[in-house]
C-alpha cells in the first residue's frame, strides 16, 4: 500500500481514540499504522507493511496501555481525595454535629460541622475529609 494511506489510517485511528471513551486501543492502531507508513516508504511489500503495523500495534498495547491507563484512573481516583485540607466557606450557619452548606472551588457542597464550635455564615472552615458528596469541616 501507499505510504500515504497508512498513514491517513494512523491518523484517523487516533482521532477515533479522542472521539470514544478510553480503552486505549485506537490510539496504539494508530500509532502501528505509522509506522507501516515508515515501512512503506522502505518498501513496496505489503507483507512486510502488514507485519509491521501487527507486530507494532500489539507491542504499543501489551507495553503501554496498562501502564497509562492506571495513571489515568489514579488520577482520577485522588482528585476528591485532595480536597481534604483545603478551606471552604460556610454559605449557613452550621451548628456543630448539624448538616448546612458551604462553598469550595466554586461550588455549594452539603457539609456536616465535626467541631465543637458553631459555623457562621461566612465563616472559614477546613476540610477534614470527603464522605461522598459531603464535606466533613471544622472550624479553622
Do not use: H
Request: one cysteine or more.
Amino acid at each position: 500500500m501507499e505510504w500515504w494511506i497508512w498513514l491517513s489510517a494512523g491518523l484517523l485511528l487516533m482521532l477515533a481514540e479522542l472521539l470514544t471513551p478510553g480503552g486505549f486501543y485506537f490510539l496504539f492502531f494508530g500509532i502501528g499504522a505509522c509506522a507501516a507508513a515508515i515501512a512503506a516508504l522502505l518498501t513496496d511489500n505489503a507483507i512486510v507493511q502488514a507485519i509491521v503495523f501487527a507486530s507494532v500495534s500489539i507491542v504499543a498495547v501489551a507495553v503501554f496501555r496498562k501502564p497509562l491507563l492506571e495513571k489515568l484512573q489514579k488520577s482520577k481516583a485522588s482528585s476528591v481525595d485532595q480536597i481534604a485540607g483545603e478551606v471552604a466557606i460556610a454559605s449557613s450557619d452550621i451548628a456543630p454535629g448539624e448538616i448546612g452548606s458551604a462553598e469550595l472551588r466554586g461550588t455549594t457542597w452539603k457539609a456536616r460541622n465535626a467541631g465543637g464550635v458553631t459555623l457562621k455564615s461566612g465563616a472559614r472552615c477546613a476540610v477534614e475529609k470527603v464522605d461522598g458528596l459531603m464535606l466533613i469541616v471544622r472550624s479553622e
